[in-house]
Nanobody, 120 residues
Framework: QVQLVESWGGLVQPGGSLRLSCAAS????????MRWYRQASGKQGELVAR????????NYAYSVKGRFTISRDNAKNTWYLKMNSLKPEDTAVYYC?????????????WGQGTQVTVSS
């Protein structure tokens, strides 16, 4: 089964920056889309950013557009979320997500989540 490992969340002051990463591992699979979600305590989950394997037309939630950047390294089966100008309202658990396929079927995989806290 494909597994995702997410890392590099943490505590940062308002206006600061962080870069999250997500790496996929498994056997005989390909990834065709990568996404980042976030969920603040007691709130509904939100799709933050999305990119396809070609890198064409990355998409962002309005709340993060111009501050966050999604990118990918297909050779490493890894994708990233660079977060700049962080605000307290960005505080949430961030989850990476992948859509892909192996030799038999399509699949959806999720990372374990990493906490991002923006506070003075």
């Amino acid at each position: 089964q494909v597994q995702l490992v997410e890392s590099w969340g943490g505590l940062v002051q308002p206006g600061g920056s962080l870069r999250l990463s997500c790496a996929a591992s498994g056997s005989q699979f390909s990834i065709y889309a990568m996404r980042w979600y976030r969920q603040a305590s007691g709130k509904q989950g939100e799709l933050v950013a999305r990119i396809i394997s070609s890198g064409d037309r990355p998409n962002y939630a309005y709340s993060v557009k111009g501050r966050f950047t999604i990118s990918r390294d297909n050779a490493k089966n890894t994708w990233y979320l660079k977060m700049n100008s962080l605000k307290p309202e960005d505080t949430a658990v961030y989850y990476c997500n992948a859509l892909g396929a192996d030799m038999l079927r399509n699949f959806v995989a999720w990372g374990q989540g990493t906490q991002v806290t923006v506070s003075s």
